[in-house]
């Protein structure tokens, strides 16, 4: 009886497909649609990037982290010093400030490493809170009530504008390319056993502790990226905006509403953290109370979250990231096949 | 000096009675609770509410507070929190934030964003001599003296009752107590509401010595969390050690400027973490 290792679908190569004429129409966004639209799609995509790499640490490296705001801030903030103080066009400064992170990332995750599960996530936010205070004290970047970044004056608005748009635009499709690229990798398969089970993966050899250090310093890159970007779309920037522990907020919010350690997972939920804030946040307090409230419902019931359901309804999953082992020699419908989930 | 240690002190141990619940609950079932701070600023406004009721009287007010914090909690634990219970963490850790985020515009929604603080009378003002030109406030000496006798009380109930060895039992392994015939639900729930007590009496505490407001809750609970860790999880002892060097090393920090109390006891945690990573007295580990 031969056997196939099947890695993707006729669906998820549909979707695929799909994904990339979808980012070919967006990339000509800036030749009809409207300013506010590109404003709005930099914000959400600092959201995106942000709660994907919460994903990738929660959901897969069962790092439950409330502090990668620290990176989130830090690249923020390595940028506009970067620009306002050096000289470097901002733009050039996203990649270098998400470096930045990345290498800031390695002593931090000694020091974060030392606790376990809760306690962890609790000292990373108490990490986060050490640079905010840290940057509040540093004049040459504003203090405690931060700064403007003055480096992009002398360009046009319109110019701005569609330039932070398209950067924002490549910074998503490299991270969700990225994520995808390496989940399907060696690597990817050693970090989702990891998730299905710590004991059995490093009973076959996976290095548990490197592959959860190289998670946490490729998250802070991507939090770092997030945050430089931001901070150039929204040209100015305080060390509470900055460091706020309401950004791991959010991204708790959307990873858990689109599914966790799923990658579709984080973008299904932006794009629903997006409508829910264009119109409901006018009720304040009470929408942030709902958004909590949310979190805690699809956490205890809905695990799967609308990523899981959207999958399960559609039969096939829509970026695959596992192997699934076909017992068999001709080719069937891969529903009603016997599968055996690859776990390695 | 000596007026920076006495006052150091004394702030250890608010921040001893922040952490004792934080404590507790991890210890008895490895849940960490990232709504700890904002239970104590909700505690702190139902003491609060409840004052006027009472004739004004802290005392009353604590003594009908408590008791609801402990339904409370127990309710809190039964109906939701043992529901996130399991190996993996994260479910706990993903309720107790969302709950954290419900609570804190709850109240920004009832009490608004201005702080509150609780009218204590005489007692704010009252100060005793302790020789030589050292005075201390009667309110933050009392506060010690609750913090000194919950961790006391603690560290008996959990050495000498059935109660104790109960929550020994379930935190070594529920299974094999499950077996002996404990209800672990049960002796969760009761762990959770003794927790809530203590965390209602900090509540009652910091609403009297300073002000509650809706947005403090996060910051209360690093307070709570580095005395945990600092002085090693598993002993209430070294909880409230950790407490007292917190406060101190805050108090050291206010000293060199007021902008860096806070910053300055994030920077000592962070040391105790570097030189011992499992606290001054450890005794179980995560």
């Keep these: ?344 | 000096m000596t007026e920076t240690l006495i006052q150091g002190l004394l702030l250890g141990g608010l921040y001893c009675l922040f952490s004792l619940g934080l404590s507790l609950m991890f210890g008895v079932m490895r849940l960490t609770n990232i709504a700890q701070g904002d239970f104590i600023v909700a505690g702190g406004f139902a003491a609060i509410c409840i004052a006027p009721l009472v004739g004004g009287s802290p005392l009353l007010a604590g003594l009908v507070l408590l008791p609801l914090a402990f339904g409370a909690g127990y309710l809190l634990q039964r109906g939701l929190l043992n529901r996130t219970l399991g190996k993996d963490p994260l479910p706990s850790l993903v309720v107790t934030f969302g709950l954290s985020i419900v609570i804190q515009n709850l109240l920004l929604e009832v009490f608004s964003a201005s702080p509150r603080s609780l009218e204590s009378g005489e007692l704010s003002t009252g100060s005793l001599s302790l020789g030589g030109d050292i005075v201390v406030g009667t309110l933050p000496l009392l506060i010690f003296v609750a913090a000194l006798a919950a961790t006391v009380g603690l560290q008996l109930l959990f050495a000498r009752t059935p109660l104790g060895r109960a929550f020994r039992a379930v935190s070594d392994d529920r299974e094999v107590a499950e077996l002996m015939g404990v209800r672990s639900a049960h002796v969760y729930a009761l762990a959770t509401a003794l927790a809530t007590v203590l965390i209602a009496l900090a509540g009652l505490f910091q609403g009297l010595r300073t002000t509650v407001s809706p947005a403090d809750g996060p910051l209360l609970l690093l307070f709570a969390f580095e005395s945990v860790i600092i002085g090693g999880m598993g002993s209430f002892w070294g909880t409230f050690v950790g407490a007292m060097v917190l406060g101190v090393s805050q108090q050291v920090g206010f000293g060199f400027d007021p902008g860096w109390g806070v910053w300055f006891g994030h920077l000592v945690f962070l040391a105790v973490l570097v030189v011992r990573p499992n606290g001054l007295f450890p005794k179980t580990k995560g």
């Design chain 1, 1 to 344: 009886m031969g056997a196939t290792v099947i890695r993707s679908t006729r669906g998820s190569k549909a979707v695929l497909a799909g994904a990339v004429v979808a980012v070919v129409v967006a990339a000509s966004l800036p030749l009809w649609g409207e300013s506010s639209w590109m404003r709005e799609f930099v914000e959400i995509s600092c959201y995106l990037i942000f709660a994907m790499m919460w994903n990738l640490l929660a959901g897969y490296g069962g790092m439950v982290s409330v502090g990668q705001q620290a990176f989130f801030g830090l690249g923020g903030y390595v940028m506009l010093a970067l620009g306002n103080l050096y000289g470097v066009n901002p733009f050039l400064a996203i990649p270098i400030a998400a470096a930045v992170a990345a290498l800031a990332s390695l002593p931090v995750s000694k020091l974060a490493f030392r606790l376990q599960g809760g306690y962890f996530s609790i000292g990373t936010w108490v990490i986060a809170e050490v640079f905010r205070l840290s940057i509040a004290n540093v004049s040459a970047v504003g203090g405690g009530s931060g700064t403007s970044l003055t480096a992009l004056r002398g360009i046009s608005r319109s110019v701005r504008e569609s330039t932070t748009y398209w950067v924002a635009l490549a910074c998503v499709v490299a991270s969700v390319a990225l994520v995808y690229v390496f989940l399907r990798s060696k690597e990817g398969l050693a970090l989702q056993a990891i998730r299905d089970s710590e004991v059995a993966a490093e009973s076959q050899g996976i290095g548990v502790e490197r592959m959860k250090l190289a998670v946490y310093v490729v998250a802070a890159f991507g939090c770092g990226m997030a945050g430089a970007l931001y901070f150039v779309s929204n040209l100015r920037i305080s060390p509470d905006a900055a460091f706020g522990v309401d950004w791991t907020a959010f991204a708790i919010f959307i990873v858990m509403i689109g599914g966790i350690g799923r990658i579709e997972g984080p973008v299904i939920g932006a794009i629903v953290f997006w409508a829910l804030n264009k119109f409901c946040s006018d009720y304040g307090t009470w929408y942030q109370l709902g958004l909590g409230l949310l979190a805690i419902v699809m956490t205890l019931f809905f695990r799967e979250g609308l990523g899981g359901f959207l999958n399960r309804r559609l039969g096939f999953d829509m970026l695959p990231t596992r192997r699934i082992l076909k017992l068999g020699a001709e080719p069937v419908a891969l529903k009603s096949q016997p599968v055996v989930e690859a776990r390695v």
